[in-house]
Structures are given as C-alpha cells and as structure tokens.
C-alpha cells in the first residue's frame, strides 16, 4: 500500500516563526499536493509539484512556499505565521502520467499558531 | 471556477438503511470523480474511483455512479453499519489536482 507520511500530527507554533511541514511518500509518485482543510470551508489547495523542483500554486498559496528538492518529498513552508494559518493540513500523492489516478493523503497535520 | 457541491451536509439514519449521498459539479470537462472517506481528525482514504469514460463503480456495500450530462455523481451504501460513521467527500479531477466538495457527515445509530 501506499504510504504517506507528514511528520507532524500536531504542531504549535508562535506568531512570526517560520515553520516547515514536511511529507514523504514511499511509491514513487510523481505528484504531490499540500491541502488545508478548515471547517465550513472545505479542502483548498495550496501548491502541487508533478516533478522534482517544479511547483505550482494552487488556490490559496498567499503566505505559502514549498519545496521538493528530492522526488519523494514536498515540503511546505509558511514564511512567517500568522494566526489564520491555523489549520488542518494535508498532504496527498498520486502516480501521474494520466488524468484518472488515486489520490493517497497522509494523516494530517493540526498547527495551531498563536 | 469550478466548484463541487455536497447534500446533504449532514445525514443520520439508523444502522440497516440504504443510503445515498449526493454530488455536483458545475464543470462538465471530468477527468474523474473519486468519493473519499475521512474519520474526525484523520485524513482522507480514497474509496472509489470513477473514470471519465466509466458510469459506475462498486466496492463491497459502495456503489458510486456518474452522470456527466447533468454533472451529479451519487455514493450508494447499503445495509449501512455504525462503522460506516464519517464524512464523505467527492472531488472532480481538475487537471493534475482535485476540486473538493465540503462533504457530508453521516452518523450511523445502532
């Protein structure tokens, strides 16, 4: 099975510090996502990568960069954080290649930034 | 921009019911359509998986289906169990990234 792996299931964090969310996975998936997830507003994209050092932004990246140095880790950065940054996040794989995949998402991680 | 709705957002029914779970979206350009589960505080774990070609999928007591002219996809479970408690989420597939609805939370009572 696949495995998705963030480092952190709970992270708290002071206003203005930088803070590194890091995510590994284990099949050799071309694709990986950062996703934070809010109560009444769903699931919103932050940044995806489909190769090695390639990076797109998603709907929300304001305040947000990311990193993928090596083709099994994606990392997001929050540059400064702010207390509406307090969030659920995920990270999800998936094969690429082709527009009919699985998506598999890690177990998340809760920052609370205060 | 697309968006992906959810009704209800919230279901409860006692354990036995056949249930449906309802999904649209407004882009009719599909690439697929995945249902997911997720449990409080946990992330999501991909049940069925519809193909932009495909008009239904099973896995066990899941039943999802597509219909792309009207834009709705439905997840059918039956002889629903308490286990089966959690929130559901669709997703339409966007591209290389995946659009999701808010989801619904059923609660199952024994």
């Known amino acids: 099975d696949v495995k998705v792996t963030q480092s952190s299931r709970y992270l708290v964090k002071r206003t203005g510090e930088k803070v590194f969310l890091e995510c590994v996975q284990d099949?050799?998936?071309?694709?990986m996502f950062w996703y934070r997830q809010d109560p009444g507003l769903g699931l919103r994209l932050i940044y995806f990568s489909y190769d090695v050092k390639m990076k797109e932004k998603g709907d929300i990246p304001e305040g947000y960069s990311v990193s993928r140095e090596k083709k099994e880790r994606f990392s997001l950065i929050l540059e400064s954080a702010s207390t509406n940054q307090t969030s659920m996040y995920l990270c999800?794989?998936?094969?690429?290649?082709?527009?009919?995949?699985?998506?598999?998402f890690g177990s998340g991680t809760q920052l609370s930034v205060l | 921009k697309q968006e992906v709705t959810q009704i209800p957002a919230a279901l409860s029914v006692p354990e036995g019911e056949n249930l449906v779970l309802n999904c649209s979206f407004t882009d009719s350009a599909i690439y697929n359509l995945q249902w997911f589960r997720q449990d409080p505080g946990k992330g999501l774990t991909s049940l069925l998986l519809i193909q932009s070609s495909q008009r239904e999928q099973t896995s066990g007591r899941l039943n999802a289906s597509l219909d792309k002219s009207s834009g709705r996809s439905t997840l059918y479970i039956a002889a629903s169990q308490p286990g089966d408690s959690a929130t559901y989420l669709c997703?339409?597939?966007?591209?290389?990234?995946?659009?999701f609805g808010k989801g619904t939370t059923l609660s199952v009572s024994s």
């Open positions: 099949m050799d998936h071309e694709n």
């Open positions: 997703a339409n597939q966007a591209g290389t990234a995946l659009i």
């Open positions: 999800a794989s998936s094969q690429g290649g082709s527009t009919n995949e699985k998506l598999f």
